[in-house]
């Protein structure tokens, strides 16, 4: 297995627009976790999925922030319109979830700089 | 606030020493892992812990889960400028949150 697969590795885009993180789970694993990482707030769960399912979106900073999993292969984080604040790696990690751990696989993230 | 608090932030050491780092919260978790992260890479995952007490040892890294499984330590002994990294501990249950880590650094 290729592990879990991010999509852009880089992405400098401007305020305002329009911005999409793809991700591709283990096959197999059945949970999705989102992150966002800066030096000031360390690694912030953002939302997760079990069986395609949102489960927890707690951690979604605000209303420009989405995230979709169509599939068992396939998620997405949209930030639309995107802020200079909105700039860190973001990261997906995956796992087969079982009773007592989850041990997850992560990507080798996004980052993002919005100028 | 983090739900789980690591000490020290930041650790800069000589090549041969020992160190312990430390991860603690008010929480209790069915388990609790420990995952290294390197410079533009995810995290990898070291050791999950799930019985409070609990002791696992990784070559010359050891961790212990406390009693009331709130708490974690992570102990290496004889540091190398291999193990230098940003140490993150990590809580479960269900969802997967971590603490702000530990970056350490080991001089040859």
């Known amino acids: ?115 | 606030t983090q739900l789980l608090e690591q000490s020290p932030q930041f650790l800069s050491i000589q090549e041969g020493e020992n160190l312990t780092v430390y991860c603690n919260s008010s929480s209790v978790f069915s388990s609790l892992q420990w995952y290294r992260q390197e410079p533009g890479e995810g995290p990898v995952l070291l050791v999950t812990v799930v019985t409070g007490g609990e002791v696992k040892k990784l070559k010359r890294l050891t961790f212990q889960f406390g009693d009331a499984r709130k708490d974690s330590s992570l102990h290496i002994t004889a540091a190398q400028p291999g193990d230098t990294g940003l140490y993150l501990c990590a809580g479960n249950n269900n969802d997967m949150r971590f603490g702000a880590g530990t970056r350490l650094t080991v001089k040859p």
């Open chain 1, 1 to 115: 297995d290729a592990g879990v697969i991010q999509s852009p590795r880089h992405e400098v885009t401007e305020m305002g627009q329009e911005v999409t993180l793809r991700c591709k789970p283990i096959s197999g694993h059945n949970s999705l976790f989102w992150y966002r990482q800066t030096m000031m707030r360390g690694l912030e769960l953002l939302i997760y999925f079990n069986n395609n399912v949102p489960i927890d979106d707690s951690g979604m900073p605000e209303d420009r922030f989405s995230a979709k999993m169509p599939n068992a292969s396939f998620s997405t984080l949209k930030i639309q319109p995107s802020e200079p604040r909105d700039s860190a790696v973001y990261f997906c990690a995956s796992s087969l979830s079982a009773s007592g751990a989850n041990v997850l696989t992560f990507g080798a993230g996004s980052r993002l700089t919005v100028l």
